[in-house]
């Protein structure tokens, strides 16, 4: 699963997502992307599964970028634990998205091969996205 190799501090507060994304809104890297258009956190175990159902539809050719990394840490208290004592501890990581952002990149692949694998990836995904391509891309 993807997360970050150490923290500067162990929690985090939860912060609001406001506005659209101002980076990572246009592709970077390859012809084809999927691009959110709503607000959420993404786990590492969406991206982990998105990115599956992609590579395999493309059958393990062309390349794949993964354009958002889990970064915030979300903490957990444990079950039966009543209110209060203190915030509990991280259990998992998350990607903060906002509407605009690239979230995943494709290339090496036909248009049709990469338009069904981004809408399979993009099934994975608990929010609205749409399949985008470089203007300047020729078939």
Do not use: H
Request: some cysteine.
């Amino acid at each position: 699963m993807l997360q970050p190799k150490r923290t500067k501090f162990r929690r985090e507060q939860k912060n609001r997502m406001k506005g659209n994304a101002q980076r990572g809104n246009q592709l970077a890297f390859g012809s084809f992307g999927i691009k959110t258009l709503e607000n959420c956190w993404l786990t590492a175990q969406q991206i982990e599964a998105a990115r599956q159902a992609i590579s395999r539809r493309m059958n393990r050719e062309g390349q794949i970028w993964i354009r958002v990394f889990p970064v915030k840490p979300i903490t957990k208290k444990p079950l039966d634990t009543r209110m209060g004592k203190g915030k509990g501890d991280p259990y998992a990581f998350v990607a903060p998205i906002t509407p605009g952002r690239i979230i995943f990149e494709a290339e090496g692949v036909s248009l049709e091969v990469a338009k069904e694998a981004m809408r399979l990836g993009a099934n994975k995904l608990p929010i609205a996205t749409k399949f985008v391509v470089r203007r300047d891309y020729v078939e």
